[in-house]
């Protein structure tokens, strides 16, 4: 890719050693693959509040709603300097133009999920929230797409947070770069299949939004259906949705085929129906007619090219 996605990135998965013992957590994914596309923004709150490398493990106590960050050997209390850190470095972040980030899963400061946090100091009572730079990300970005790494080893759940995270870089550029009606419009088109094969009802949503754009200011637009955008997409598809897609997209080719090769693509998209073959098959022989036929409204769904093929998203069953 010519420009790179920029997204945040916890410091450890690709490769830095900033881990309490002087380590690294790298995650082959992440520094290897997905690096081809995304621009890092390197970010380790532990290391970055100053507590340097190596250090003693931290861990969060309290309740869920305001728990503390102290560290396990020595008790000292790191939680109003993390805090005043993480105030600091969310506020730096709305400049970046961030597009997603991939957290380190169970971490103190990065985990989204699962990360403990005891009752009090020396006790086994615990419950599980996110951590405390995590936490703060998500209530200031709610609609930037985020991860643990270790759910992204999950083809499924691979595959939907990419999808968002492209979808999310489409949808700044139309909001930053000469926002119409008439560009709401094209772009709403276009993610047509996208939608569909996530959330039916949120489609119809952002088309009620689309039908009357000049009924609301443009600012006020632009939050509503960048919102429902993005709650869409964050319903994962599955072979049902797709492949109502599918049938969908082969209305609009019933009369170019021939019998034969309507067959060979409905065989296809049965056989991933039931979970045989995987949705690039049937997705590839449609986009192959498509361009073969040259079929203008299927040839600019973002649902035939939603990220670079290279990826492989689609290649599961």
Not at 10 to 33: A, F, I, M, P, T
Not at 62 to 70: A, F, H, V
Not at 242 to 248: A, I
Not at 250 to 269: Q, V
Request: proline share 4%.
């Amino acid at each position: 890719m010519e420009n790179k996605i920029k997204i945040g990135v916890s410091s450890c998965l690709v490769g830095e050693k900033v881990r309490w013992n002087g380590d690294h957590k790298q995650d082959r994914y992440v520094r290897e693959v997905l690096a081809r596309y995304f621009e890092y923004v390197s970010i380790c709150p532990e290391m970055e509040v100053g507590m340097g490398v190596p250090r003693e493990t931290v861990a969060l106590y309290g309740d869920l709603e305001k728990s503390r960050l102290i560290s396990k050997k020595t008790q000292t209390d790191w939680t109003t300097p993390m805090q005043k850190y993480i105030k600091s470095r969310i506020n730096s972040l709305t400049h970046e133009d961030i597009c997603g980030y991939i957290f380190k899963s169970k971490s103190p400061s990065c985990g989204l999920g699962r990360v403990p946090v005891y009752s009090e100091f020396g006790s086994h009572k615990v419950k599980h929230g996110p951590g405390m730079f995590a936490q703060a990300f998500t209530q200031k970005f709610p609609l930037i797409p985020t991860e643990d790494e270790g759910r992204l080893n999950d083809s499924k759940i691979r595959e939907n947070f990419i999808v968002k995270v492209f979808s999310f870089y489409r949808l700044q550029n139309l909001f930053e770069k000469g926002f119409s009606s008439g560009a709401l419009v094209k772009f709403h088109t276009q993610h047509k299949f996208l939608l569909l094969a996530h959330s039916r009802k949120h489609y119809d949503s952002l088309g009620q939004l689309v039908a009357k754009p000049k009924s609301i200011k443009a600012e006020e637009l632009k939050e509503k259906y960048g919102k429902v955008f993005m709650e869409a997409l964050s319903l994962k598809s599955t072979p049902k949705k797709n492949t109502d897609v599918l049938l969908h997209m082969m209305g609009f080719l019933k009369k170019t085929l021939t019998k034969g090769e309507k067959e060979n693509i409905l065989s296809a998209i049965e056989d991933y129906r039931k979970e045989l073959l995987p949705l690039i098959v049937p997705v590839t022989l449609i986009r192959h007619q498509v361009n073969k036929h040259n079929i203008e409204y299927l040839a600019d769904q973002v649902y035939l090219n939603p990220h670079p093929k290279e990826l492989m998203l689609r290649n599961h069953v």
